[in-house]
């Protein structure tokens, strides 16, 4: 899980400005087997309310920490206090939006600043505002870093996660309960909530990640299986949620079948038969099943909205009501 709450000691590269530790959240880098797998997907989580800073590592297209001190002048590395200027080096900013509906009125772009943090090891933190974490849902992060003449020379793009709360700065939020399952719910759902619930693995089957990779299929895919409905639902308004649970832990089993088939080898040595990847049968079994009965719902109640959507009443002139 990713760290939320806890202020986060930085001993290998000290806060230079002087202030007291913040928040500080990063990303739970995934492991295999002792391997850390770098190359996944970068999901943030935070829980509505507050307001913390994202702990951000450029990385290159092998895992590998991308040093980006060529970048800034030696001025702004001396004095990393505050955000670097316009024209005096290199910039750095991240993007947000909620990860389904598109851009527009209701669904802004927003954007802030960044620090370096450590330079050589691609470090750099983000603040995030009130105005980002402002809603329970799953949005698109942009993170770019481009030179002094506005050249772009790197963008990453992880997802943040905002779990619900009642410390909401909407009250809507809290009357329509909005926003996705937490991920402690989904994990409850499927009993991967440590290590001690899973004794062959010995450690969580799926990570945050995973999680928020597939969380927003089934909103995706309601949105675009006919007949449409309107207006088109995100992360943040779903409103079916134990029907989104079931579409969320269908998908995580299908995905960790492939995961299973592509690493069975069975094994037999001094007599003993070793086969501990053969999952792929219940994983994928259950996981259609699943997402058989998600699509099954959706089907219904479209059907059930169109209905409603094209019946009604009218007053007429002599004083009664048509349907």
Known sequence: MA???VPVPTPDFPDQSGSPPVTVVTVDVPALDGCEVLTRLKAYVVTLGEVPTLRHVFRDRQGNPLDITPYFSETYLDSV???????????????SKEIVAPAGPRNPVLQIPGRVVDPTGGVVDFDLNENIVARAGIYQLSVCLSDQNNKTIKIENP???VERSLFVLDSADTRFNSGPPTINEIRMAIRDCGA????????IEFKDDQLAAVAVRPLQYWNEIPPPIRPAVDSRCFPFREHWMQAIIGH????????????QLPANA????????????PYLKMGMQML????QFVLAKKLEINSAAMMGTVKSAYGGFFQ
């Open 270 to 281: 001094g007599g003993i038969n070793v086969d501990d990847m053969n999952k792929e049968g």
């Open 3 to 5: 760290v939320t709450g």
């Open 292 to 295: 058989e009965d998600w699509k």
């Open 81 to 95: 206090s505050q955000s670097p200027g316009d024209g005096e080096t290199a910039q750095l900013i991240l993007r």
């Open 252 to 263: 995580l089993f299908v995905t960790a079948a492939h995961h299973y088939r592509r690493n």
């Open 196 to 203: 001690a619930e899973n004794l062959l693995l010995d450690d």
């Open 159 to 161: 997802v943040l996660w």
